[in-house]
């Protein structure tokens, strides 16, 4: 009974893995780089009234320090949200599940060097065989310089890193309920959306009446599963099972990123570009494996929960 009763524990969180590597796909059908903004602003209008219901008591308890705690780190993941989406529709959807990957090499190293705590050499070795497989990846195992999308994810991977640092050490939601939490980050990076909309291109209302049911349908994906869901599911799965297993499980987001890109999307990767989507695949895992878990786990597992979707 036991190991069945882990497989059904496992299931939900791989299952958020998956939705979350279809979500960069998702985000290819329901937006350009005229229509990212509004898009945003529909898919959080969709997420927060549901999501409140759930949090209003906790909301409700909110001290002012507490709000503004999390509406600070809210403005943080405005710009993850911002730029991992704008690089998706400037990218493959392979290209951005991986690359987004490295956050879980650089988030150490920030860490390492805040804390002025040296790492081990094998992750050292895995975040600079990261880099060797980002290179072989983005340039396709050429010469030429990576695509503008492919500098956004990266640059989403590095603002996800501050993301979970900052999470980590603010003080005023330490202790904060993860609920209430989310829901304010949500709101803020909402409402930085809705103000800058109508500088950006078409007003949500007006992308909205434009869509089909086929992108109504990928938008409440985005929505539904690569967020509330995703979230639902890391809240329990943390009070069930180990954050280390939460994460290693959540860690094959990007395998699931080039299964989507390349079968659905029709991605096509050459040799050496497959080859470096291999080595990052590796290098991540490797360098998961091998950094400090205690010091790790409590800056990752509160940022996870702050971070209820991948774009």
Known sequence: MRPASSVLRDLPVLLVAVVWGSSFLAVQRVADPETVVAMLVLRFGLVLPVLGLFAWRSLRGLRPAEWLGAASLGLVLGVIFLL??????????????????????????????????????????????????????????GLRAPAPGDLLVLGAAVVRTVNVLATARVRAIRETDTLAVTWVQLATATLVFAAVAPFTGPLPWTVAAAYGPAQWGWLLHLALLCTLFAFFVQTWAVRTTSPSRVSLLLGTEPLWAAVFGITLAGNHLGPLALLGGAVVLVATEWGRRTASAPRREPATEPARASEPASV
């Open 84 to 141: 991992e989406t704008f690089g998706a529709v400037h990218t493959s959807a392979t290209n951005a599940g991986l690359i987004i990957s490295l956050t879980i090499v650089f988030t150490p190293l920030a860490e390492s060097a805040l804390t002025r705590t040296p790492l081990p050499r094998r992750f050292l070795a895995a975040a600079g065989l990261a880099v060797l497989g980002i290179a072989l990846l983005t340039g396709d195992g």
